[in-house]
Nanobody
């Protein structure tokens, strides 16, 4: 139901924009988030946006550099990543959950559906 894209190889300090296309109408009522997982590490929360788009939340590690947004008309979630660092290298996953009101859960087990992941590699 979710198709993530936009990953690639970028130099440190560069930018990438990830997209996550949803095939289901449930997107419009879902809290949507981005997670990432580096090799040998646990999957971690990166950024989330509530169903209305009025509330966003970011991990401290990306605050001020990443921006999450959503286009309900196009059923698409975005993650604009600027000032990329080596430690941002990971596979990025989009995920959705419904029935949580305006909250933005950070726990992976809460999310109902996931995209397949898109790889971001930041080089020096």
């Amino acid at each position: 139901q979710l198709q993530a894209s936009g990953g690639g190889l970028v130099q440190a300090g560069g930018s990438l924009r990830l997209s996550c296309a949803a095939s289901s109408g449930i997107f419009s009522i879902s809290t949507m988030s981005w997670f990432r997982q580096a090799p040998g590490k646990e999957r971690e929360f990166v950024a989330g946006i509530n169903w209305s788009g009025r509330t966003t939340y970011y991990a401290d590690s990306v605050k001020g550099r990443f921006t999450i947004s959503r286009d309900v008309a196009k059923n698409t979630l975005f993650l604009q990543m600027n000032s990329l660092k080596l430690e941002d290298s990971a596979t990025y996953y989009c995920a959705g959950v419904w029935g949580v009101g305006d909250s933005i859960p950070m726990a992976t087990q809460v999310y109902n559906y996931w995209g397949q992941g898109t790889l971001v590699t930041v080089s020096s």
